[in-house]
């Protein structure tokens, strides 16, 4: 199974994650969103995919200005994560990955790995909360500290079944 992780970064905090991620999962390609074409990202079986959220909840740049339509998702297995900050954005954190969820389970992608709790974390809303618990990893890293490796090594293999 070919299987990437794509993500969307401004300030370096979300390719840091994905790059994790990649040490983690092992052989799978790392592509940043604003290098790629969703041609190319339909090539692949899996995708493990990755934004931080700005302004008022929206998603990155790079993922606002990627043609998501385009993206074929119908049966592929997705993951998603997002990075936040919880302190500063309570009444949007990670909502990035909400958005993103909500457009690949309207195109048919099959949304895959461990639902995390939101126990962890203390905000007001956020579109990545369904059914109680986050639609992916959810990484703060102002709140992570030390526990951020061993957090994304946790999540990371509990996704790799699913690929």
Do not use: C
Not at 107 to 117: C, H, S, T, W
Not at 124 to 146: P, Q
Request: overall charge negative.
């Amino acid at each position: 199974m070919s299987i990437a992780i794509v993500y969307g970064s401004t300030k370096g905090n979300t390719t840091g994650v994905a790059e994790l991620i990649k040490s983690n999962f092992g052989d799978v390609d790392l592509i940043n969103i604003a290098k790629t074409t969703p041609s190319e990202l339909n090539k692949y079986d899996g995708l493990i995919i990755g934004t931080p959220t700005y302004y008022d909840g929206k998603l990155q740049d790079d993922w606002e200005a990627f043609d998501k339509e385009a993206l074929e998702l119908k049966g592929k297995k997705v993951a998603l994560f997002g990075v936040g900050n919880q302190r500063r954005h309570s009444t949007t954190f990670n909502n990035g990955i909400g958005i993103l969820y909500e457009l690949f389970v309207k195109k048919g992608a099959e949304i895959v790995g461990d639902k995390n709790p939101t126990d962890r974390h203390t905000f007001e809303t956020s579109k990545a909360v369904v059914d109680g618990k986050f639609v992916g990893l959810v990484i703060d890293k102002e709140v992570e500290g030390d526990s951020l490796e061993d957090n994304i090594a946790k999540w990371t293999n509990s996704v790799k079944k699913f690929f």
